[in-house]
Structure formats: structure tokens, C-alpha cells
Nanobody
Framework: QVELVESGGGLVQSGGSLTLSCAAS????????MGWHRQAPGKQRELVAT???????KYLDSVKGRFTISRDDTKNTEYLQMNSLKPEDTAVYYC???????????????WGQGTQVTVSS
């Protein structure tokens, strides 16, 4: 069984910074793609940042230059550094990982439990 646990959300003033972490534990073989999504009240979940093939990164246009995704494969952990936060960044943030589970012999996508980020104006 695999579990993703997020941390680092909270309340911050406009212009402030937060760093989200997402650690995977359990029966982990290999971790492939990693990413962060968010969902604001009344809106659909959207992809914020992700690692694409070859460890390249891709970002939602509205967060480019402000957010940075990173990963530490030795710790099975990914991060989202968020700078210059704006009220419109307020949402529940979810991490996701594509993980090879040896017992299953296949890759499956796993999601974190979500962490609230609130940016006050």
C-alpha cells in the first residue's frame, strides 16, 4: 500500500511565500511523474506544476516565475515552492505521483490528502 502525505499549507499574506511538501511511503519501487494540482471553491481542479519526461517541468501560465516544483528521489518527496502569492492562488493543493508498486507489478497514480493554502489580500 502506498500513501502520500502533504504538509506546508496555511494562511499567508499577499506577496508571501509557502513551501508544500509531499512524501510517499509504502511499497514503492520507482516513482515516475510527479505533480501538483489545486482546486479553488466552485472551480475545477487544475494542474499547477509537473515534471514531464526527462525531468523537464511545466507550469500553469498564471504561476510561471512564481512557483517552483522540485523533487528528492532519495526521500520519495516532492516540493512546491510558492513565492509572490496572490489571493487567486487560494485553493486546496494536491500532490500526485505515478508510482511503480512491486506487489502489483504496475504503475498507479496516487494523490495526497490535500492541503489548504489561503492568501489574504
Amino acid at each position: 500500500q502506498v500513501e502520500l502525505v502533504e504538509s506546508g499549507g496555511g494562511l499567508v499574506q499577499s506577496g508571501g511565500s509557502l513551501t508544500l511538501s509531499c512524501a510517499a511511503s509504502g511499497d514503492i519501487g520507482t516513482i515516475g511523474a510527479m505533480g501538483w494540482h489545486r482546486q479553488a471553491p466552485g472551480k475545477q481542479r487544475e494542474l499547477v506544476a509537473t515534471f514531464t519526461s526527462g525531468n523537464n517541468t511545466k507550469y500553469l501560465d498564471s504561476v510561471k516565475g512564481r512557483f517552483t516544483i522540485s523533487r528528492d528521489d532519495t526521500k520519495n518527496t516532492e516540493y512546491l515552492q510558492m513565492n509572490s502569492l496572490k489571493p487567486e492562488d487560494t485553493a486546496v493543493y494536491y500532490c500526485t505521483m505515478l508510482i511503480y508498486v512491486p506487489a502489483e507489478g504496475s504503475y498507479s497514480r496516487y494523490w495526497g490528502q490535500g492541503t489548504q493554502v489561503t492568501v489574504s489580500s
